[in-house]
């Protein structure tokens, strides 16, 4: 006959501790869920997200954002005038991700009800879940991808579920690249990682097949939806779609410029001696590693750099790297310091709330701006945090690492693709390295969210986390 249940047999007692935490955890999530959307409704806009309401709802591009958070604005404002429905939706996106966890855990321990009250109560989460922020909505949609495609890969996940978990965490990946073009990394950091997983289990060959089939499925879902775009949402004028590019093409000249006046400008100085002269006069002037917007503050050098020949700005950009290497780099790393470190985070916009806007925008909306007394109180709670650990980059950036290679030491399937979601938003904030205009926090946002649900699902289950780890120091 099978040996009856002790009741003190030590396994019974972990699975009962495990349901008790997990019970406590999803109580925690849910309670946390309520106080965001109490903190977050109807939603807290600016500048950004008053031009991309009114572009939703003409279907027009008047600003060179990605069309698709646009677009989605729009859709939501069509079925409830405003931004609280798009707001819960965002908001349910990044819960979801976390009621997902557990599910990746072999067991749930009490330590991720601490970890999570903690994430909840940051500004990142508090406050910033309320934002009508392209960065946020990203942020929330490469995350519920990759946690998706970790279920997707999950031990304990049948054939139908993990096909379900597996196209979502592609489509909301291929979202989350429409809505930051650099989000692309995301995806290739997924895909690499559900190939490792693959692999571990099946060799690999395996691991290949299922990186490529990711990868190639996702790119072209990327390319087709882009095409949609430009047909769902055309811009205003022609010029717009590239106008991006050409700011960040006109901050690195003029960054270099600040440097070295007698910087190498070819083919510029051939082309137009005249705005290249401008450029070498002026670019001290207009030049802030902390903000792009400082070159209005030299009049007539914007106004130089756009009315060049056409290429002419590209072709002088592409040739910085190797025709002054050592100002090139200078400028990108202190402009990489600003918003990576955020050493004046005042200036640097750390949180936002209440409604601002373009008046007339505002009135084609009607939408009035607003500051209420919990709007001001959000804010200033979220002022407590300015200068310290919990609002700063650099500690998400070292959890992240850590938190990475832990997962990859302990080596479980869908530890694999979590690491990846750390790879993605390391991957992700180094990319502003080259691209970065400004300082505002919520460009990187995506990494200390990230860091965050790593964090959670270390505490989840930090079983065998150091017995690898020990194995390879000793």
């Known amino acids: ?113 601490p970890a999570l009250l903690a994430v909840i109560a940051t500004p990142q989460v508090l406050i910033y879940q309320g934002i009508v922020w392209k960065d946020v909505f990203f942020a929330n949609a490469a995350i519920a991808g990759t946690v998706l495609l970790a279920l997707s890969v999950g031990e304990g996940t049948g054939r139908a579920g993990r ?28 895909a690499l990682a559900v190939g490792l997983a693959a692999g571990s289990r099946q060799g690999w060959k395996a691991g290949l097949s299922a990186t490529g089939t990711l990868l190639g499925a996702g790119l072209v879902a990327f ?14 004028s022609p010029e717009a ?36 002269a401008t450029l070498r006069a002026l670019a001290a002037k207009g030049y802030n590693p902390e903000r792009v917007d400082a070159v209005s503050n030299a009049p007539g050098l914007g106004e130089a750099l756009w009315q060049t020949p056409e290429g002419v700005v590209a072709k002088t950009w592409a040739n910085l790297p190797t025709a002054d290497v050592g100002d090139y780099a200078a400028h990108r790393l202190a402009v990489f310091r600003q918003v990576f470190l955020t050493p004046n985070i005042l200036a640097c916009l750390p949180v936002s709330t209440g409604v601002q806007g373009p008046e007339l925008v505002l009135a084609e909306l009607s939408l009035p701006a607003r500051e209420s007394r919990q709007d001001r109180e959000l804010y200033n ?89 020990w194995r390879l120091s000793t």
């Open 223 to 236: 390319v087709a939806m882009t095409l949609v775009m430009e047909r769902l949402m055309p811009p205003a």
């Open 381 to 469: 709670y979220a002022s407590r945090f300015f200068g310290t650990p919990v609002l700063s980059h650099l500690p998400y950036a070292l959890i992240s690492l850590a938190t990475m290679v832990l997962l990859l030491l302990r080596g479980r399937p869908s530890d694999f693709v979590m690491a990846g979601l750390q790879a993605g938003a390391l991957a992700f904030a180094g990319s502003f390295l080259v691209i970065a205009l400004s300082c505002d926090y919520r460009y990187l946002y995506f990494l200390d969210l990230a860091a965050m649900t790593g964090l959670i699902f270390l505490a989840l289950d930090p079983s065998g986390l150091g017995r690898r780890f």
């Open 163 to 190: 096909r379900l978990a597996w196209g979502g965490g592609l489509a909301l990946l291929v979202v989350a690249a429409l809505v930051r073009q650099n989000g692309i990394l995301a995806l290739v950091a997924a």
């Open 1 to 113: 006959m099978p040996k009856k249940a002790d009741p003190t047999d030590g396994n019974l007692q972990d699975l009962r501790r495990g349901t008790g935490a997990k019970a406590l955890y999803f109580g925690a999530l849910a309670t946390g869920l309520l106080l965001v959307l109490a903190a977050a409704l109807p939603g807290h806009m600016t500048t950004d997200s008053v031009i991309q309401l009114a572009e939703g709802r003409t279907g027009v591009q008047r600003s060179f954002n990605p069309a698709f958070m646009s677009w989605l604005l729009g859709k939501f404002d069509s079925v409830l005038s405003g931004t609280s429905l798009f707001v819960t939706f965002n908001v349910a996106l990044f819960f979801g991700s976390l009621a997902i966890l557990p599910w990746l855990a072999r067991r749930t321990h009490w330590l991720a009800v």
């Open 241 to 276: 779609a590239g106008a991006g590019l050409r700011i960040i093409q006109h901050f690195d000249l003029v960054g270099v410029a600040a440097r070295d006046p007698k910087t190498p400008l070819e083919p510029l100085q051939s082309e137009d001696p005249q705005a290249a």
